[in-house]
């Protein structure tokens, strides 16, 4: 499986951009997708994610009413539209999909190769 992040850039605060992950190689549907981030200096931490075939989401509080993670079956993509950003957001965003939708990196399996966010005026 190969997951390849795109979408990220700089943006300036109060603004919005939406990340993808195309998603490649052996499929099936019984998996969860989520994205993570990482800060400079800071670790890894959760941001959304969604089971595949339920469509279920689940976010972290910092995110929670400003971003909104979703798939497309058909093209085997994930997006994340992230609103109302702020200077907090700014950080590499990875996509990753493991057996479960679940709020901990352990659980996955593949990762995408990163995209960076930057929120600065």
């Known amino acids: 499986v190969q997951l390849q992040a795109s979408g990220g850039g700089l943006v300036q605060p109060g603004g919005s951009l939406r990340l993808s992950c195309a998603a490649s190689?052996?499929?099936?549907?019984?998996?969860?997708m989520g994205w993570f981030r990482q800060a400079p200096g800071k670790e890894r931490e959760f941001v959304a994610a969604?089971?595949?075939?339920?469509?279920?989401?689940l976010y972290a509080d910092s995110v929670k009413g400003r971003f909104t993670i979703s798939r497309d079956n058909a093209k085997n993509t994930l997006y994340l539209q992230m609103n109302s950003l702020t200077p907090e957001d700014t950080a590499v965003y990875y996509c990753?999909?493991?057996?479960?939708?679940?709020?901990?990196?352990?659980?996955?399996?593949?990762w995408g190769q990163g995209t960076q966010v930057t929120v600065s005026s």
């Open positions: 990753a999909r493991g057996r479960a939708a679940t709020m901990w990196g352990r659980d996955y399996e593949y």
């Open positions: 190689g052996r499929t099936s549907t019984s998996y969860g």
């Open positions: 969604i089971s595949w075939i339920f469509g279920s989401a």
